[in-house]
């Protein structure tokens, strides 16, 4: 018995805007769970989303959903559901009314739409306001309605498009606890973010964009572990960095140290987890009060930079 197809296939897709390139000779296929779908603004993220979503049609190459052509079957949009980054709602509808709406479109009864939408609704978060109008939503309450309209017909692929964006730290805990729920369901979802810290926080699966181009595909972890080799930097902001800085230097992983500012203490090392290992204890010999540590390297910035590194 043969396989079935994954959920999402790119088969060497190419998708140009006159001059401009959206993606360049993309080949990837994702099927179940969670896979965060990472890039700065402007890497072809939403391209992507797009093109699997029927908006545009690539350039070359080809795209399936779960095996089909879309452009010749549009059959597979019926086990979608989409987020778009830009969607507006109907300020004037309640929650459930939105919902409902978008259920019966579905082809659901009154009933079966109303039940279905309700349920989907509590999925979310929302069932105590589902009777408010949308145009009293927050931005995260928003995105969950987003969320939600996208899951009444219980889809298998779920995309979201930077579902996060603009949410503050409550409702952006309540989203991820949302995605990460629909991967332990074996469903297929797709979420786009900018910030290294929110996909980390959903999957460990993921793909990198940069310039319309593939630059990585795989688990952040193993990604992350090829990137030791590359010096990296541990902020502290201490009573006194000097004296902290003495019980570092003797340390092995650690190869040099700086002072950026007053107060500050750099720890260069070439093994972060190594590092991070021997802190706790000499930060207790020390007995100074810490007021924070960080890893100024550890963003999307830093990641894509030594990814391109390594592969020039």
Avoid at 181 to 187: A, Y
């Amino acid at each position: 018995m043969g396989q079935n197809p994954p959920a999402v296939l790119f088969d060497q897709v190419s998708k140009w805007y006159g001059q401009v390139i959206g993606i360049n000779d993309v080949s990837l296929a994702i099927d179940g769970g969670v896979t965060g779908i990472l890039g700065p603004n402007g890497a072809g993220k939403s391209t992507l989303f797009k093109l699997m979503m029927g908006r545009i049609k690539p350039s070359l190459g080809s795209v399936r959903l779960f095996g089909q052509d879309p452009w010749t079957n549009t059959s597979p949009f019926r086990r979608i559901g989409y987020v778009s980054e830009s969607e507006k709602l109907y300020e004037w509808m309640t929650a459930l009314d939105f919902v409902t709406t978008l259920a019966r479109l579905h082809g659901m009864t009154r009933a079966e739409a109303s039940d279905r939408s309700a349920h989907v609704l509590d999925f979310v978060g929302l069932s105590d306001v589902m009777h408010k109008e949308l145009g009293k939503f927050s931005k995260g309450m928003r995105q969950r309605v987003k969320i939600a309209h996208a899951l009444v017909h219980d889809p298998d692929l779920i995309v979201l498009d930077e579902p996060l964006h603009g949410c503050d730290p409550i409702a952006r805990t309540s989203i991820m606890s949302v995605i990460r729920e629909l991967g332990n369901q074996g469903k297929t979802v797709l979420v786009s973010s900018h910030i290294l810290e929110e996909i980390e926080r959903v999957t460990e699966q993921i793909v990198i964009l940069h310039n319309g181009k593939l630059l990585a595909i795989g688990n952040l972890f193993a990604i992350r572990s090829l990137l030791d080799k590359h010096p990296h930097r541990i902020l502290i902001k201490c009573e006194d960095p000097r004296e902290l800085a003495g019980l570092f230097v003797p340390q092995g992983p650690v190869f040099g140290v700086n002072f950026p500012r007053e107060g500050e203490l750099e720890i260069q090392t070439n093994d972060l987890s190594a590092a991070h290992n021997i802190l706790p204890s000499i930060v207790l010999e020390s007995n100074q009060k810490i007021t924070s540590i960080e890893n100024p390297d550890d963003n999307l910035d830093s990641l894509l930079g030594y990814l391109i590194q390594g592969a020039s």
